[in-house]
């Protein structure tokens, strides 16, 4: 494990990019347990971290390209960092030591989701979150966001499996975060899910999965409706986006899974309001794109039946015309479906501080033992 001063450093550097979907910088990861990272670090840790074992080495072990030779979840002939079990970052085996420790997680400072701010100390006095509160037996990460974005907050955060608290910027900046690995309960609605922890809060900002949104930073994530929640039946969302200071906007799609092709991403001119791409089940966005505007309208609608966990699209706005993608030409008609507003309901407020996990879903998808603190 990394010192306390190594941790200090490494939070600041989180923390750094954390407070606002605008960064510079865009992580390598969009889903919080790092189960994307596909990122080169091969070692636990940046400082004083232990040498990854290659995945084609470990016959030993659970996971190894022998067993999983199609590059499933990231595994290859190398030693980089991945996390094939769904654990709650990513991991890799290390040389087995005199205590029995075989696998360890890694700290990865460039692979945090943008839009989640982290876990935090709950204390419980002062609440980690200071407004609206409830719990619920189905609690899922975006049932925690939809309750307090429609009441008007900034973050929400999930805290032992099924309780929710709502807050603003001045409550985070008091909280103390702890490691991501402490977030570890899963969602009592959604075992695939993770909601905090024991006196552990996952702070979200309120805008991941939102069904709209307007941006003019020069650098933007949008999340597919209800992410990390599957998009769900008759979506209709539209997302605006002018970066003030581009003249060009690139994009990227790092997460695409969409069922069919009637769950249909569609990206517009706002000026003109031609398409310049539509994308759906059965065409994939596959590559980097650029389109000639500094305004760009984008939708997307579901139908009833199949879906899947959606998308996340990285815009960047760029200053001038320099082509690092291809260039769009796209088309799209238009059959559009009547939106249907999902009632959340959460049991009101019934503590308004730490929460201690009660019983919850049994099983954790873990398959190794937790390794030993060095
Ligand atoms: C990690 O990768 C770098 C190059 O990407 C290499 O120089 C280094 O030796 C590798 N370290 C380990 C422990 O494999
Ligand atoms: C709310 O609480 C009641 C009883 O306390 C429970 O039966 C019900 O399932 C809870 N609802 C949710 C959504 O958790
Ligand atoms: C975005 O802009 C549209 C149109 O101007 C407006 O209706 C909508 O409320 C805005 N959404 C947000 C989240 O500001
Ligand atoms: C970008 O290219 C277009 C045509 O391809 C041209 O009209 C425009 O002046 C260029 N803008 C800049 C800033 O280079
Ligand atoms: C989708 O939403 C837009 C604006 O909120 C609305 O104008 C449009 O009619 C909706 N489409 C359908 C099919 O309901
Ligand atoms: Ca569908």
Redesign the pocket.
């Known amino acids: 494990m990394v010192s306390r001063v190594q941790l200090a450093v490494l939070l600041e550097v989180c923390l750094q990019g954390a407070f606002s979907l605008v960064r510079q910088d865009i992580s390598e990861c969009f889903r919080v347990n790092g189960a994307d990272y596909r990122g080169n670090q091969n070692q636990t840790s940046l400082v004083n971290g232990r040498p990854c074992l290659y995945w084609n080495q470990t016959p030993q072990h659970t996971y190894n390209t022998l067993k999983y030779p199609n590059g499933e979840w990231g595994l290859g002939n190398h030693n980089y960092c991945r996390n094939p079990d769904g654990d709650v970052q990513p991991w890799c085996y290390v040389s087995e030591n005199e205590e029995g420790i075989y696998w360890k997680y890694c700290n990865i400072p460039s692979c945090s989701m943008p839009g989640y701010m982290g876990c935090f100390l709950d204390s419980g006095n002062p609440p980690a979150l200071s407004g609206s509160s409830g719990t619920s037996t189905k609690l899922t990460v975006q049932v925690c966001l939809r309750f307090c974005r429609k009441k008007g907050y900034k973050y929400a955060g999930v805290e032992a499996g099924y309780a929710c608290f709502c807050g603003n910027a001045l409550d985070l900046s008091k909280k103390e975060r702890v490691s991501a690995v402490e977030c570890d309960q899963v969602c009592f609605g959604k075992s695939s899910e993770l909601c905090g922890g024991d006196g552990r809060i996952g702070i979200y900002d309120v805008s991941v999965g939102a069904c709209e949104g307007n941006s003019t930073a020069m650098n933007e994530v949008i999340y597919s409706p209800n992410f990390p929640d599957d998009y769900g039946a008759d979506s209709n969302c539209t997302w605006t986006l002018r970066p003030t200071e581009a ?2 906007m690139q994009l990227n799609v790092p997460l695409f899974e969409v069922r069919d092709r009637n769950d249909r991403l569609e990206i517009r001119d706002g000026h003109t309001n031609r398409a310049l791409a539509t994308f759906n089940g059965h065409q994939r966005p596959d590559r980097t794109l650029l389109f ?1 505007t500094n305004f760009l309208v984008i939708h997307f609608q579901s139908d009833q039946i199949l879906h899947a966990q959606g998308f996340t699209l990285l815009f960047k706005g760029l200053r ?2 320099s082509s690092q993608g291809d260039d769009v030409r796209g088309s799209a008609g238009s059959s559009q479906l009547p939106p249907t507003v999902a009632a959340e309901r959460l049991n009101s407020s019934v503590s308004t501080g730490k929460v201690t996990t009660i019983a919850g879903p049994a099983s954790t998808c873990r398959r190794k033992p937790p390794p030993v603190s060095l």
């Open positions: 003249v060009s000639h001038d015309n």
